[in-house]
Structures are given as C-alpha cells and as structure tokens.
C-alpha cells in the first residue's frame, strides 16, 4: 500500500475529524500542524497522479503546491521555536 492509499484510509477512517483531548504542551497547534500536512500530500499525491510526468510543465499547479508549502513551514518553525523557548524559559515567562 502507497503512503497516499494508506492516508486516504486514515481520512476516511476520521482519524483527523476532531482534535486531540489533550491539549496541553501545544496540542491543538501541533494537531492543525499535521492536518495541514496531511492535507498537502493529498493534494501532491492527486496532482501526482492526475500529471504524472508533465507535473513539472504545470506551472499554476506548482505555484498552488508552493503557496500552501511556505506558510506551513512558516507556521511550523514558528510553533517549534515557541515550544522550545517555553521549554527553556518556562510557560510563565513567555507570557
């Protein structure tokens, strides 16, 4: 079973419906984190699939993939910086 087959079993299943109870340390940013991340692979994984080797000669496309990339890496270095500074310096002095 592919990656993608096995995520779309994941979405189907519900496993990403409803965030986690535990939200301590993070737990709702880091859950949004993986959302995201799972849906973008769907989307290259579709994108893949539909363009197989002319993927590269679809520029809008790429330009797409690439605006939902960069605010995610943005968005989680941003949230793995802010854990390990609340890590360092504790939650009470980063507030």
């Known amino acids: 079973m592919t990656p993608g087959m096995a995520l779309k079993g994941e979405m189907k299943e ?4 409803s965030p986690p109870e535990d939200l301590s340390n993070f737990g709702l940013e880091r859950w949004l ?5 799972k849906a973008i692979i769907m989307v290259l994984g579709s994108a893949a699939m ?3 080797k002319k993927l590269s000669n679809e520029q809008m496309l ?5 605006d939902m990339i960069l605010p995610l890496y943005t968005a989680e270095s941003t949230l793995l910086r802010t ?3 609340v890590d360092q310096r ?4 980063c507030e």
Do not use: C, F, Q
Request: overall charge positive.
């Open 33 to 37: 984190m993986t959302k995201l991340k």
């Open 83 to 85: 854990m390990k500074l």
């Open 62 to 66: 790429m330009m797409a993939l690439s």
């Open 90 to 93: 504790g939650a009470e002095k």
């Open 14 to 17: 519900g496993k990403y419906n």
């Open 50 to 52: 539909k363009y197989m």
